[in-house]
């Protein structure tokens, strides 16, 4: 399979369906654009972190720039017709456009962060997408950050779950608790209990929902090894162990993973057993603030069309 177009590659497919001189409506660029760059179903599949389909963050991205070069303009919220700009973009670079092409546009109006760079030194003016790594400009504005945050989150997950194992057996069944605690499972008035390490009988935490205890989940949090696997008669002895408190349902925590066979049990058990491998566990703490701390925020604005609404762009 062929790699999905740039970002930058989608402008001059984008030129050629606005070349009608019609208005069309931001969110019906991306199809007809997609199928004139042949982009495969399986491509369009592929979604952001952020669930937003890849190929029509790109197509967004396109439109951005064109209109940043006055290529293209806004008559009314969120639709786009092509300008005499654009016809003459379109006439003048029929294989493609880039960034840097625009840039030579009279008015184009330079993101911020490359104007800020540019005030600096010239050393520090971000290189054109013609000549920065292709797997980088082949990104939009939005993949680059979520995919940048994507692999932060990564690092930080196997950095965490590392810490996890290397504590003991009581401060990882602590975590555990913190974690569901800061998810809001105890409920109103309700309380989470460690069981005592010596005789807890296979269940080290109860998490009562309410105040008199009517909607109870049984915890266990055991360590493993990173890469091995927890296997099915594990949790058929945490089964086991729901079975003889009376209970209905629990939760099994583990820093490793679940077996196929372990998992394929739980699913076919009459008591509600749910399964909380490594990686969602550690995904579940960094969502919840559970043993990290938030180091910096990002805000990403977007134009508001409502206000905007009515006046001439």
Known sequence: MTSMP????????????LADGDIHRGNTVAAPVADALAITPEQREKLLPSGQPRFANRANWALSYLYRAGAVERPTRAHYRITDVGRQLLASHPAGLTEHDLRAVPGYVIPSNHRNAASTSPASVPES??????????????????????????????ELLGRLHDQDP???EDAVLSLLEAMGYPGTDGR???????????IDGIVDQDALGLSR???????YDLDAAVGRPTVQAFAGALQGNGANQGVFFTTSRFSTDARDFAEKLPTRVVLIDGTRLASLMIRYHVGVQVKKTYEIGEIDEDFFAGTEL
Not at 140 to 150: A, D, K, N
Not at 217 to 223: P, W
């Open 6 to 17: 740039t970002w930058e590659e989608f402008m001059v497919p984008a030129l050629r369906l």
């Open 129 to 158: 997408s013609s000549t920065i790594p292709a797997e980088t400009a082949a990104l939009s504005p939005t993949e680059q950050i979520e995919e940048g945050i994507e692999r932060i989150h990564e690092e930080l997950a196997s």
């Open 170 to 172: 009581a401060f990882f």
């Open 192 to 202: 989470i209990t460690r069981t005592q390490l010596s005789r807890d009988g296979g």
């Open 217 to 223: 989940v049984y915890v266990q949090a055991k360590r």
